[in-house]
């Protein structure tokens, strides 16, 4: 097995780990398949068709960073939620994912947007109006973005093709 073989793989496994780190909180999400998709032009043998793919699969990974904040921003502003909300909703998220197994962080977040909106709010179905719509905007975040990150994962699997085909 030679090096760009391994670097091949070890890319691909840390490509899906990002993938899913768009939709699982803990992992590393598109910052790992720039990261991937940068090594891979460097290391991967591919030569000036890794650098295509890269810069290809950097437009999407941008757009999905930039679309999830957008987006999930927009909605937030929308609804008139501010950021202390979500910073509650994020601290109370790190505390439930180490007290909670794998759902801690959501449950967390969900649990400290719901008391951060009910304290600024008084009114419990107000509060539980805005955090749905605050939940709601982060989903549809984390869909686009994991969309966009897949979008590179796939651009990446076509330079594999390409590059085993005419290596």
């Known amino acids: 097995m030679n090096a760009e073989l391994v670097v091949t793989i070890l890319c691909g496994l840390a490509i899906a780990v990002g993938v899913a780190g768009t939709i699982i909180p ?3 999400g598109s910052i ?3 990261a991937s998709l940068l090594a891979w032009a460097i290391w991967g043998g591919a030569g000036t068709l890794g650098w295509v793919i890269f810069a290809i ?3 999407f990974v941008v757009a ?3 679309a999830s904040a957008v987006l999930t921003g927009r909605k937030l502003k929308q609804h008139g939620i501010p950021n202390r909300s979500v910073v509650v909703g994020i601290v109370l998220g790190v505390v439930g994912m ?3 197994p794998v759902v801690g962080l959501v449950v967390g977040f969900a649990v400290g947007l719901l008391l951060s909106e009910v304290q600024r709010t008084r009114d419990f179905r107000t509060a539980v109006r805005s955090s749905g719509a605050a ?3 982060t989903g549809i975040g984390i869909l686009v973005e994991f969309g966009l990150a897949c979008a590179a994962a796939s ?3 076509i330079g594999v ?3 085993a085909v005419n290596g």
Do not use: D, E, H, S
């Open 155 to 157: 651009t990446w699997i």
């Open 57 to 59: 699969g950097m437009v």
């Open 161 to 163: 093709w390409i590059n």
């Open 135 to 137: 939940l709601k905007a």
């Open 32 to 34: 790992l398949i720039g």
């Open 26 to 28: 803990v992992l590393p």
């Open 98 to 100: 180490f007290v909670i």
């Open 64 to 66: 999905g960073m930039a």
